[in-house]
């Protein structure tokens, strides 16, 4: 999955226990420091927020359920460039195997 994802984003990780500074970067990105994690934000190429994990019913962290798995699929159709609808869907596909497996 990370390879599709990679050939449209550059992923970022913010550490908010580990990095210094983690967690005033994280709550200037989100705004509050609220909500749970992991929580994702795409940005375009000058940092301006596009669209986050804060999905219609609140941020879907690792989106197993379908509601959430929709709304990240949703944050990709939003902002991508490069990604493809099959590309979608097989990501839709791999994070529904992954959440089965799961047992979810």
Do not use: Q
């Amino acid at each position: 999955m990370a390879p599709l994802i990679e050939s449209d984003y550059v992923l970022l990780k913010i550490d908010t226990e580990r990095h210094l500074h983690g967690e005033e970067v994280a709550k200037r990105l989100r705004g509050s420091d609220a909500g749970g994690i992991p929580w994702t934000l795409v940005t375009d190429a000058d940092g301006k927020a596009l669209v986050s994990s804060d999905g219609p019913d609140g941020n879907i962290g690792c989106p197993m359920t379908p509601a959430e798995r929709a709304w990240f699929v949703e944050m990709l159709r939003r902002t991508r460039t490069r990604l493809t609808d099959d590309e979608l869907g097989r990501l839709e596909a791999a994070l529904a195997a992954f959440a089965k497996a799961d047992g979810r």
